[in-house]
């Protein structure tokens, strides 16, 4: 396990204010990735120092403290330019990385789908393309070798076109698969089933609201990040309605532009849904920041006529009168909050109950009898109405279905009075 030293720089009073709590985060991230915090330090300054983001002096202590603790880099809490970076190597004698570099090299790790991996080394490109340098001779010689020999190119101009066009590739395949997801979309708008789509500050509970919902077994972890690939899957309510939940990729403060470029076409999947379930963790002294970034994120994405429900997670780790305050307030069933625990199941049929009242709401349920050789009526029916149950009579397909009633006008004459038994 690599040692790492954190570095937080403040600026304003703001980040004075929040220096402790965004290094805390830090750390999280750096054990994400596999480091060891070794030693931590702060400098506020009345503006950055343009060659090495800190002081002079402080460039020494963080040197000296990287040597002492036996640290094998750096990891600064703000984006470094490159000459920045290549200065602090070169003062301080170990590997120095900034907050982006760290939060790509742990997507890079956690991706799995063909789309993820694709979209990270993109992000990284993006990133690594204007901080390429030459590091001495090896960056400036020319190419060697059969095939590589050209019109006097160096090396760095090769790595520079590689890389330019690396970048062109991937945006092209993935433009080819968001072009497949859109049209996966489509084809999801023009059902009757509703989706949901799970999001929320990195570590919030979202990955074990998506089991609990879905009796999933799906990988937790309390690391930041443990969840990029999205997941759709089936949840049934006790009525026999049903929606498709989406999970996505958590959100954080300070997110890299790259990453949220590169990701855009996942996270818009979130602008489609017909509700967002915006989940946050509670017991969180970061809480208030933590649902702050994630709204600015949505903000963004221009994310504003989908219905939110926001869902105040891990209430078994808060004090049992302030748990108990929380959880009385889920009595006003017309709120947009749920309090629950996503862990031990406590407040879920309460957010499943609002569930079912935002995405079917003004829907009724109907008994439809059709004519087992009117096919085409009965194709017609699953497109416009949410199937619940079928069964076969004399002659007939019966059909039990909630729909909204301005969608089934042409089902009228099927339509059975009274209360149906099933």
Known sequence: MERAILVNVSVTKAEKDEAEESLAELAGLAAAAGAEVAGKITQVRPRLNPRWLVGEGKVKEIADEAREAAADMVIFDRNLNASQQQNLEEEVR?????????????FAQRARTNEGKLQVELAQLVYRLP??????????????????????????????????????????????????????????????????SLVGYTSAGKSTLFNRLTEERRYTSPNLFSTLDPLLRRVSLSDGAFFFLTDTVGFIRKLPVELVTSFRATLEEVGEADCICHVVDVSSPSCEHQLAAVETVLADLGIADVPVIKILNKIDLLPEEERGLLLSRNADTRSRTVALSAKSGEGVPDLLGRLREVLFAGHKVYTIRVPKETREITDSLARRSLVLKRRESAGFVEFKVLADPAGIVSFLPYIEQGDVPW
């Open 94 to 106: 170990v590997k120095v990385l900034d907050r982006t570099q760290l939060i790509l090299d742990i």
């Open 131 to 196: 901080r390429l340098r030459g590091k001495g001779l090896s960056l400036t010689q020319q190419g060697a070798g059969i095939g590589t020999r050209g019109p006097g190119e160096k090396k760095l101009e090769v790595d520079r076109r590689r890389i330019t066009d690396r970048i062109t590739k991937l945006k092209r395949d993935i433009d080819g698969l968001e072009k497949r997801r859109s049209s996966q979309r489509q084809s999801r708008r023009k059902s009757p089933v509703p989706t949901v």
